[in-house]
């Protein structure tokens, strides 16, 4: 049996089997009985003795499906590897995870606005008291130190909670993957986050340490009343650095993960006294405090001590504050920036917008200096009714003073203020606009044209100039706008904010363009950061025509309720049906914007930019301006009194006045008493006067033919 052949074919199964058995051809074919091969098989094809062996398939050569799988694999890693390194950068949880709170001041350093969470800088594990890590490791990640940014046991002790029902909702959440949701996730309980919250936190594994970890979620954790990190935590609560945390601070500070706004102490003490006896229970479970030490650790108190209050909000500090984040507001502490705001301008742009706007109606009001300076700003009437800037966010059609752009152009082409040009209705075309009132002058001067606003003239220079032309103004100016193409747009169709409009203006002033608006204040530029500023020259001589327009417009144009004591320089502007009025201009250093509107775009009736637009600028600038304010007319000298001597006998007359009689005159001439009243003259005789004496009877005369 130990010499049996294994190989060996049963009794019957016929012929003999080739040496060397080892491939299925020769077993197959060896079975017809007769020594014969199987007729099917050539028997060239059956391997012999001396052939070799078939290797062993290497991994690449094998089955199609398995290299399209390894390559799927591979391809996958690949692609979440390069969206981690684009989406969750781990430098990114360094950074503070929502923007410092800032506190804007004028400038003269007043502070009068403060917005943005509460923030401070981060904390070190190093430098802390041991207790307030283990406060927090033992409420919210007991084996934060043993796993590798995932806990399988965690998730399945909180799995088993839930199940149960115990002390509602568990989370199962590592510190690592809350420092992954909050620094690149939503925050909402979906699967789809619990799935980017595991790579993202093996990734974070992979690059840092656990107390960089811990660090990191600590300095950017919410901890409830708008209060981000440890640090602003334990000063906003407890006011002292958390390097001086006794035990129960820290044990009340961890409590309030679970629910910050629920349980800030600021406002529900005893909510948060009752986490912090759970996390002092949980100190316990988890070996850090001994069932004795936890029971004589005192509840905590809050000593809170928060910063004069301060404007949450303001139309100027909304607008700033975006320019004050992009220069300012990065890192974890908060900070104090100046900006431009003038204190006393502002009050004044208040009290004129306010006191000047129609009854109703909305009002903005932007002003600046040559420079882009904005010192004062009012974005409508009432800013806690409605936020709504709409100095700065409200697009409107400017009216008439956005001839200033068609003008522009007509000066580029040639022109001159002395040029002269027909004020007459235009009686062919699709587009036949009329002037205000249906006036017209016939020939004038571009100039009468531009103070009087002729609309007929202003039509008649886009059609000559050209879309183009009007466009290459507008940007040199720098309004950012595309025109629309049709001739409406030179009496101002094209939608426009104030603050844009208004930095046109000042490029006349400036001399130069564009001027950027800006909330901040900037380093005067040298020589050569002057040439390249990307500031461009309009010339002195298109620069003196364009403000001998603008004069004309405020002297004997439409704009004369601006006048004031100084040169000013403006140009009114109203829009179809009224629905907008505006004045724009500029005297000594300041340029202002004024509109008048309602938000739902109603008309406002008769109200035009001569009107109260016109005098809200005026107003303002009296105030910001010394010895602006136009001089009152001068009174005419009083008439002198002549000397009258009465001639003798005339005595003085005496006036009276009575309820039906009216005003009477009434004197004594020689004696004689006369009287003047609405019911005519009237004399009386002198008291001693005698009547005069009868005269005697006619004497007959003789008879004829004595």
């Known amino acids: 049996m130990a010499d049996e052949d294994p190989f060996a074919l049963p009794d019957g199964y016929g012929g003999t089997r080739p040496p060397e058995p080892d491939t299925p051809y020769a077993i197959a074919a060896a079975g017809a009985g007769d020594g014969t091969f199987a007729p099917w098989l050539d028997p060239a094809d059956i391997p012999g003795p001396d052939t070799p062996t078939k290797p062993t398939t290497p991994w690449w050569r094998r089955p199609l499906w398995l290299k399209r799988a390894a390559l799927a694999i591979l391809a996958a890693l690949l692609v979440l590897l390069a969206w981690l390194a684009i989406f969750a950068p781990v430098s990114r949880t360094a950074q503070p995870i929502v923007p410092p709170q800032l506190t804007l001041a004028s400038a003269d350093g007043t502070p009068f606005v403060r917005a943005g969470a509460i923030t401070d800088r981060a904390v070190r594990i190093a430098d802390l008291p041991p207790h307030v890590a283990h406060a927090f490791l033992a409420i919210e990640d007991r084996r934060f130190y043993d796993h590798w940014g995932i806990d399988p046991l965690g998730i399945g002790r909180a799995l088993w909670s839930n199940i149960r029902g115990d002390a509602g909702l568990q989370g199962g959440s590592t510190i690592t993957q809350q420092l992954a949701k909050i620094t690149y996730l939503e925050n909402q309980r979906t699967i789809g986050r619990k799935l980017q919250e595991l790579p993202i936190a093996l990734w974070l594994e992979a690059w840092l340490t656990k107390d960089q970890i811990l660090e990191r979620y600590l300095s950017n954790a919410y901890f409830g009343d708008n209060t981000y990190g440890l640090r602003a935590a334990s000063m906003h609560y407890f006011y002292r650095q958390p390097e001086r945390l006794t035990l129960t601070q ?383 007319k001068p009174k005419p000298e009083p008439m002198p009194t002549p000397d009258i001597t009465l001639p003798e006998g005339i005595l003085p007359p005496e006036i009276t006045i009575d309820p039906d009689q009216g005003i009477g005159v009434e004197g004594d001439i020689g004696g004689v008493g006369v009287r003047i009243d609405r019911n005519g003259l009237r004399v009386r005789p002198a008291p001693d006067a005698r009547p005069p004496a009868a005269s005697p009877p006619p004497v007959p005369a003789p008879a004829d033919g004595n």
């Open 250 to 632: 820290a044990a009340m500070l961890a409590g309030l993960m679970k629910a910050p706004s629920r349980y800030a102490p600021t406002n529900n003490i005893e909510g948060a006294q009752a986490r912090e006896r759970v996390v002092l229970a949980a100190m316990v479970d988890a070996g850090y405090l001994t069932p004795a030490a936890a029971k004589a650790v005192p509840l905590a108190s809050v000593d809170h001590r928060p910063p004069p209050s301060l404007a949450r909000g303001s139309y100027f500090a909304d607008w700033a504050m975006t320019e004050a984040r992009t220069e300012r507001g990065s890192g974890y502490a908060g900070e104090k920036v100046v900006t431009t705001l003038d204190r006393k301008l502002q009050r004044l742009a208040e009290q004129v917008a306010r006191s000047g706007a129609p009854r109703g109606a909305q009002v903005a009001l932007v002003a600046m200096r040559k420079n882009g300076e904005v010192v004062a700003m009012v974005g409508g009437r009432d800013y806690d009714a409605s936020p709504f800037n709409r100095a700065t966010q409200a697009e409107r059609q400017p009216g008439s003073t956005f001839k200033l752009v068609v003008y522009l152009a007509a000066l580029r082409s040639g022109l001159t203020p002395d040029t002269l040009v027909s004020d007459t209705p235009i009686d062919s075309g699709s587009y036949r606009p009329s002037n205000a009132g249906g006036r017209y002058r016939g020939e004038i001067t571009l100039r009468q044209a531009f103070a009087h606003s002729s609309n007929v003239v202003a039509v008649r220079l886009y059609n000559r100039l050209g879309h183009e032309a009007i466009q290459r103004a507008a940007d040199e100016l720098g309004i950012t706008h595309k025109l629309p193409t049709n001739a409406s747009v030179a009496l101002g169709s094209a939608d426009l904010t104030l603050i844009e409009l208004t930095a046109a203006y000042a490029a006349v002033a400036a001399g130069e363009a564009p001027v950027e608006p800006h909330a901040l204040k900037r380093s005067e530029k040298g020589f050569l950061g002057s040439l390249f500023d990307g500031r461009t020259a309009l010339g002195s001589r298109t620069v003196e025509q364009l403000r001998d327009l603008l004069r004309a417009a405020v002297n004997t144009g439409t704009g004369s309720a601006a006048r004031l004591s100084v040169p000013a320089y403006g140009k009114t502007g109203t829009s179809q049906d009224s629905r907008d009025a505006l004045f724009v201009g500029y005297a000594g250093d300041l340029v202002v914007g004024v509109w008048i509107g309602h938000d739902d775009n109603r008309p406002l009736g008769s109200a035009s930019g001569g009107g109260a637009p016109a005098r809200i600028w005026r107003n303002f600038m009296a105030g910001a301006l010394p010895g602006a304010a136009p001089r009152p």
